[in-house]
């Protein structure tokens, strides 16, 4: 299971438009990933709310078992 | 999400200060983000309660729908979720797990969280 660099970062490029977006494949699996998202979207939002935001965008790419994402080491920014 | 298991997860998180769910248990993580969470707590002595999803399908995918939050580990403290290894991790760096700690009356030593960000700075 897994989801390219590409797919990835399209999913949250819809969610956040103007944000910078850094996507490194850690395992060169396409299964592991980390990102770096600075947006103006987290503004006033504590770290939870803001990984959530990006949870969502992957549109459930990461749950449960059937998730295609095993893992996304997650950072973000606030723009 | 199924009544029992919340009551289940409601009751754990109430009966202990600080829990972390986790793939595995405080001395046999077997993830290495559940690792990287475990030792941090460990390394501050901080007393928690580990529950180890992985021998309870329903915890499993139960706590994921309690918090909406997609991954494991998830670090409970006095009955809130706090985080997963992300954001533990930086609030360790930041300081902030140490305020939150204060703030909520859970022992951890000091020096060690001092000493944690002497080392990885």
Redesign the interface.
């Known amino acids: 299971m897994a989801i390219s660099a590409e797919k990835l970062k399209a999913l949250i490029k819809k969610k956040f438009p103007e944000a910078d977006i850094e996507v490194i494949d850690t395992a060169g699996d396409s299964n592991h990933y980390s990102a770096i998202i600075t947006a103006q979207e987290f503004r006033g939002k504590s770290?939870?709310e803001q990984?959530?935001l990006v949870?969502k965008a992957l549109e459930g790419a990461?749950?449960?078992n059937n998730?295609v994402l095993h893992?996304?080491?997650?950072?973000t920014k606030i723009k | 999400m199924d009544v029992v298991v919340k009551t289940k997860i409601e009751t754990i998180i109430s009966e202990h200060d600080v829990v972390l769910f986790m793939k595995g248990t405080s001395n046999m993580p077997q993830c290495g983000?559940s690792s990287r969470v475990a030792g941090i707590l460990n390394f501050l002595q901080v007393n928690f309660k580990d529950v180890n999803v992985l021998e309870d399908d329903e915890i499993r995918?139960g706590i994921?729908d309690f918090s909406?939050?997609?991954?494991i580990p998830q670090l409970y403290v006095k009955n809130a979720?706090?985080?997963?290894?992300?954001?533990i991790t930086?609030?360790t760096m930041s300081g902030e797990l140490d305020q939150l700690f204060t703030e909520k009356n859970v022992s951890f030593s000091q020096d060690a969280a001092t000493k944690i960000r002497e080392e990885n700075s």
């Open positions: 770290r939870v990984h959530k949870y990461m749950d449960g998730g893992a996304l080491a997650l950072q | 983000f995918q994921k909406d939050w997609p991954t979720f706090v985080g997963g290894s992300d954001i930086e609030m």
